[in-house]
């Protein structure tokens, strides 16, 4: 399960309100939850199911349910809202935007017939719902979400005192008909190195930056392989990368990084970074010049001080 994102909203004078989200990573067929109340889509012929999975063509309506589950003693009031989905830069984590954002994708498209339920003790509320898809909607995916707000501020800790709403989403992966576009590309790769000022006494080290960017219209789930090669060809580092996002969703970029332990501390060469998914493969790539700056830093205070008493000894046997 994929840690809570907490989205901060609108502070209003020392009082401030913070929406946190509890989003599932990839789970076995079961609701969104976070302990006190679930939001998962309404029980069908098909059985149960972890999302919404919808399909529609630019100028049509489809209708759905979402069913909200209170698992506390006390009754609970939320208010009910679609959102666009996107990948947060830190870690590429699935996430929706706030009530407050403006909702450009599906989460405009959605329309509860209620925007504000009040869930019982131990029970559930079911809510139809409608997605409109205007006539003029791109083709491919458009990821969103069913949100359930709780009106319930809580007061936050820290020295700001901010007001916290808590929020589960049931993930709603729209596909709207038409021309699907995979495509991906590898951005900006940088490497940063850290390497002792006199070669051999610590372990060097360098990380590895780039920027994974979904240009395509559809859901990529990419695998990133790193390469080094250093002079002559020789291969330095060889392998494939974790901690990467399981979906990387239309028109998203999100940047990461990778660190390289025991980088060479005098070389010359190149890093490789190949990302591959569904039909696409792209390569970004960065040289590097590994050098110990501290010797070569004396041995050229020595050349230059070598040159300068040849210039001054020069100077003296010209005057006489």
Do not use: C
Not at 75 to 93: M, S
Not at 166 to 186: E, F, I
Not at 250 to 261: K, M
């Amino acid at each position: 399960m994929r840690k809570p994102y907490v989205l901060l909203l609108n502070v209003l004078g020392l009082l401030g309100a913070a929406l946190l989200l509890g989003v599932q990573g990839a789970p076995p067929a079961s609701a969104a939850e976070n302990g006190e109340w679930a939001v998962y889509p309404a029980a069908s012929r098909l059985g149960s199911r972890p999302y919404f999975y919808l399909s529609a063509e630019p100028g049509t309506t489809v209708t759905d349910r979402v069913t909200v589950a209170n698992k506390t003693a006390a009754p609970l009031t939320f208010v009910l809202y679609g959102a666009d989905a996107y990948n947060t830069e830190r870690d590429g984590g699935f996430a929706v935007r706030t009530r407050q954002e403006k909702q450009t994708g599906a989460g405009a498209w959605i329309r509860p017939d209620r925007d504000r339920v009040t869930v019982p003790p131990r029970a559930a509320v079911t809510v139809p719902y409608t997605l409109t898809v205007p006539a003029d909607a791109e083709p491919g995916d458009h990821p969103g979400a069913l949100v359930a707000l709780d009106e319930r501020i809580a007061r936050g800790g820290g020295s700001m005192a901010l007001g916290v709403q808590r929020a589960v989403a049931a993930r709603v992966y729209l596909r709207v008909g038409g021309p699907t576009v995979p495509a991906l590309s590898v951005e900006d790769v940088t490497l940063d190195q850290d390497r002792p000022l006199v070669p051999g006494t610590g372990t060097s080290s360098a990380v590895v930056s780039y920027t994974l960017y979904n240009r395509g219209n559809v859901t990529l789930s990419p695998q990133v392989a790193l390469r080094a090669r250093g002079l002559f060809g020789r291969t330095l580092l060889s392998r494939d990368l974790d901690r990467l996002p399981a979906e990387l969703l239309p028109r998203q970029r999100i940047r990461l990084s990778v660190r390289w332990t025991g980088s060479p501390q005098f070389d010359r060469g190149e890093v490789t970074l190949t990302a591959t998914a569904r039909d696409v493969r792209e390569t970004g790539r960065v040289s590097f010049l590994a050098v110990p700056w501290l010797p070569v830093a004396v041995l050229a205070a020595g050349g230059l001080g070598g040159l300068s008493g040849l210039w001054i000894r020069r100077r003296r046997a010209l005057g006489t």
